[in-house]
Nanobody, 115 residues
Framework: QVQFVESGGGLVQPGGSLRLSCAAS????????MAWYRQAPGNQRELVAH???????TYADSVKGRFTISRDNAKNTVYLQMNSLKPEDTAVYYC?????????WGQGTQVTVSS
């Protein structure tokens, strides 16, 4: 079945960096747009960035210029490089195929930005 396994989160100081990874399985990865989402406590899940099959990227305004999404089709993995992290980036981060509502969410990876 379709599965997403996120990793790479942790505790980081403001201004720091993290690189998240998401290993996908159960579908033909290379033919789908992939996306990163995040959910902070008390907030709805929001789209952070997505990358098309041709490598075209789109970002939420709140992360533009700080985050970079990329993919490795040979490894069925999508990445999120996060630089200049802010406390408001604190959230659980998930990856998924946008629009495939029947897929289950992974467990996510916690990112905490705090001094």
């Amino acid at each position: 079945q379709v599965q997403f396994v996120e990793s790479g989160g942790g505790l980081v100081q403001p201004g720091g960096s993290l690189r998240l990874s998401c290993a996908a399985s159960g579908f033909i990865f290379r033919i789908y747009t992939m996306a990163w989402y995040r959910q902070a406590p008390g907030n709805q899940r929001e789209l952070v960035a997505h990358i098309t099959t041709r490598g075209i990227t789109t970002y939420a305004d709140s992360v533009k210029g700080r985050f970079t999404i990329s993919r490795d089709n040979a490894k069925n993995t999508v990445y999120l490089q996060m630089n200049s992290l802010k406390p408001e980036d604190t959230a659980v981060y998930y990856c998924k195929v946008p629009g495939r509502d029947g897929d289950s969410w992974g467990q996510g990876t916690q990112v905490t930005v705090s001094s």
